[in-house]
Structures are given as structure tokens and as C-alpha cells.
């Protein structure tokens, strides 16, 4: 499914709270082949194996339902957040970007929607702009989380 106009901004919105919340990382923003926005959080702007990488892609979920008037379908479906990193050499499950930075990433995307999926890559596989359409697959996944939608409307 294509991207949405509501994917964008969920994007810009995410890039600008994680260079908050890591200022000193290089943000490289892109879209993958279906025009879903992507997003690159480096240390640096060569990102190379074993250094903190992370692949993030906001994506809508696939719906197949049309307007009322069957037209044009537009998008109003939840979007969820991926994320694709490099594995330790020790563990194919364990990521090399630290739980700090993990958290980071992962607070700033749960502000944006209640699904949150997590891939790991081999070890001495970087996460590329380039690859984000076969590095966020199902082979690669390591776990989904999901809130409760009405979780997020108790808040004050």
C-alpha cells in the first residue's frame, strides 16, 4: 500500500523528538519503494558494521476498503512504526544499538502509534535507506509491541 499524508508528518514528527533525544546522531531521512518515509539514526553519516545503526519506516497497515462514494481510498488506517539493527556477533536476537538508544527510538515512536516492530539483522549487516524493503520483513522480526489504543486516551 502506498504511503499517506499522515505517514509524513508521523515521520517528521518522530525525526525531530529523536534528535532530541540523541543530538549528536546523524538523522537521514528517504522513502522506501511504495513511498513509505524512512528514516537512518547514525552515529555518523558513514554508518559501517558494529557502530549504532537503526532503520526506522512508518508505514500505514493494509486495509482494503474505499470511501463511501468509491473513490479514491483514503487512509485512515492505524500507521505502525519499524525498526531494523545490526545483531551482536554473540546473539542473532540481541541488537547492537544499545538499550539507551533503543529506548530513545522506541519513546519517541510509541508517541506516534500503538504498534512498534522490531527486526535484527545478521551481524556485519548494516541498516540501509537503500534496503529498507529487505531488511523490514517477517524473517527479520524480533518482536511486535502493541498498546492498547485506550491507553493512550488516559493520559492527562
Known amino acids: 500500500m502506498a504511503t499517506s ?4 508528518a508521523m515521520m517528521r514528527t518522530l525525526k525531530e523528538g529523536i534528535g532530541r533525544r540523541l543530538p549528536t546522531y546523524t538523522l537521514t531521512q528517504s522513502t522506501d ?6 528514516l ?3 552515529q555518523d553519516s558513514t554508518p559501517a558494521t558494529t557502530e549504532q545503526v537503526a532503520l526506522l ?3 500505514p497497515v493494509d ?7 468509491a473513490g479514491t481510498q483514503e487512509n485512515v ?3 505502525f512504526v519499524e525498526m531494523c539493527t545490526e545483531a551482536t556477533a554473540a ?5 547492537l544499538l544499545t538499550e539507551a538508544n533503543q529506548l530513545a527510538i522506541k519513546g519517541e515512536a510509541l508517541k ?8 535484527v539483522l545478521a551481524a556485519g549487516t548494516v541498516p540501509a535507506l537503500a534496503n529498507a524493503d529487505t531488511q523490514l520483513v517477517a524473517a527479520n522480526q524480533v518482536a511486535t509491541f502493541e498498546i492498547d489504543p485506550a491507553f493512550r486516551l488516559m493520559g492527562a
Open 57 to 59: 519506516r512508518v508505514k
Open 77 to 79: 488506517a492505524p500507521h
Open 5 to 8: 499524508n499522515k505517514a509524513l
Open 40 to 42: 537512518l539514526v547514525s
Open 91 to 95: 546473539s542473532a536476537t540481541v541488537s
Open 63 to 69: 486495509l482494503i476498503f474505499t470511501n463511501s462514494v
Open 112 to 119: 506516534q502509534t500503538g504498534i512498534f516492530v522490531a527486526y
Open 33 to 38: 519503494t511504495n513511498g513509505n518515509p524512512t
